[in-house]
């Protein structure tokens, strides 16, 4: 069958089940039978006819194409993604300037802000401060639940992992080390080895520069971008998501779920795998850091 409803949940039964194939039903819509990836947690349901929007109270549902849904590229976001800091209000913390440096980060991940002068005026009011707290603030890091698992069943069975991230190379190498991506991309804070300048490095790794590092490292494999899928919670994200095979808009912002059709809000990264076809026990099993 040409499309598939995939059901994620942290409790899924056979009711919950049994009332999405009516909904496909109710488009008339030829339904197949359902198949579970892992009990209790994730099932799939093959059908034909009209795509709809399925909701459920407290289930991540996503129509997908069938075919080719094992992608062989993961692009991932860091901030709220695969960590769940936004690591420039870490920083401001320090400063006693969180809540003024925090309402400006929502605005930019929802795109009321442009990227970039946010950007710059945030580090802007980082300036003196001690480059030693790019160490304490790096102790903070919380890794979202799944992440570890993600990248190792994904390049278990031969796909390549990257970060890219608006944040800065200080905590994309720490994450991509601990996580065990391929490489990562991020912004370059600038210092002169005792505090932070107050500035970042040109040019700035924004929501453009996102969907050129994907599309690079298509090239650089030989594959193409429907072979790919992204991840990302904020508006800097959306080119990359529209772009690729799979785009999945993660625990996202309001204004980036409203533009993605293939959101994961309730479960944990590794509702990724599942969206790919992948059963629980093809997972390559990996506690978060």
Known sequence: MKNTLVLIAPSLDDKTVQRASEILWSNRGEVGTPDWLAPGMACEIPFDGKTTTVSLPGVDAVVLPTANRRKRLLVADMESTMIENEMLDELADFLGLRERIAAITARAMNGELDFAAALNERVGLLKGLPVGKLDEAAKRIRYMPGGATLVATMKKHGATCALVSGGFTYFTALVKTALGFDSDAANVLKHDGQTLAGAVELPILGKEAKLVTLDRLCVERGLQVGEALTVGD????????????????????????????????????????????????????????
Do not use: C, W
């Not at 625990?251 to 990264?269: F, N, Q, T």
């Open 234 to 289: 904020g508006a800097n994200d959306l080119p990359m998501l529209e772009a690729a095979g799979l785009g999945v808009a993660f625990h996202a912002k309001p204004a980036v779920a409203a533009e993605v059709s293939a959101r994961i809000d309730h479960g944990d990264l590794t509702a990724l795998l599942y969206l790919q076809g992948y059963r629980k026990s093809d997972f390559v099993e990996r506690p978060d850091p």
